[in-house]
């Protein structure tokens, strides 16, 4: 399997402090700020990402040297687009990282403005496009001008600016998931078989191991329990030669909850994806768990929650995503601990080396894992992965994120109101 080429644009270790001379013991210039302090920093053709920007009062003080702030990914296109000329007003493409203090809002029915601090632009140059880890910057630079004082900086900022190849593997299922369809790697034009796709909704013969995970039966032909729950929804991946590699089974009905007709957060569906198990042949080894539930609002949203299944580590499972997806629109689900909102989980969200290594799970090693992005309810959607290669060793590393692609794809459907019938134009019902 070769790569694609994609460059991380990471900006961290954040920390900004205030000069002035010092007063009775206080700091003359400091009462000019009203904390907290936040930073938007912007890309062209990027959507602008908003962060705090911790103060730092002792001058000896430096900030977290690890810390990650904010996170870009550039693909060839992207990288040529910020390297061409631009319109006169920006004839070249700047990283922006723009300083407030305040925070916005309104108190009162009065409306509040966030005050700018100041401006930090670092322009997008050749060595951005030539693949090697690059510092761009990092230490501390005057923002802002002080009239009073002679245009002295108001404020110092300290960031570190750094590029990193980021190789990654793109896939993408050649059709609807439940049509069984072809899974296919992308390079450039050329479109290369990889994976089988085998979806069923009903739990198959006897023979199958996968059916040691189920408890209970199901009678296919009940249509009013079809009705009232969608459960039984199977997804296997199979590699070249036909071997099943992977596959995604729902575990926890999907099913209305009380008084409504739609899943809700209180009782969840869930998926879970597992593997072959390498040393008990025809046997699968459980890796990770999905639940996914409706959120109702002025847009409603299908909120998709992994664990990572780690046996035998302290802890018990590993919280390594929470994402929203429009239910309309679909959206993107990602595995990225630069991206995730940590205070959604009870620890620091942690990386895996591989899909296939438990043992290794170490949170040292962060940033992108997977993303798929995947259409809406009632769309045709042909699932389009992407992997960071330092997470893949082996083929079957890669099939196990298929099969959570794939259950991601479907939990859109499977948290449809149970009360609402399938668009016009939708090729199946369920």
Known sequence: MDPQAFIRLSVGSLGLRVPGTVSNGVKSSIHSFSPPCSCEIRLRGFPVQTTSVPLVSSPEAAPDSHGIASSFYLEESDLRALLSPGCFYAPHACLEIVVFTGRKGSHCGVGIKRQQIGIFKLEVG????????????????????????SGKPVAELHLRVKLDPDPRYVFQFEDETKLSPQIVQLQGTIKQPIFSCEFSRDRVSQVDPLNAYWLGSVDSSDQETERRERKGWKVKIHDLSGSAVAAAFITT??????????VARSNPGAWLIVRPDACRPESWQPWGRLEAWRERGLRDSICCRFHLLSEGQEGGDLLMSEIFINADRGGEFFIDTDRQVRAAAATPIPSPQSSGDFAALSPVVGGF??????????????????????HVTCVEDAAIFMALAAAVDLSIEACRPFGRKIRRGTRHSW
């Open 126 to 149: 050749p060595e951005w496009g030539e693949g090697k880890p690059v510092i761009l910057f990092n230490g501390w630079i005057g923002i802002g001008k002080n009239k009073q004082e």
């Open 253 to 262: 009905p999907f099913v209305p909850s009380t008084g409504c007709d739609w």
């Open 369 to 390: 894992v997977m993303t798929c992005r995947v259409q809406g309810e009632g769309k045709s959607s042909k699932p389009l992965v992407q992997l960071a290669t330092r």
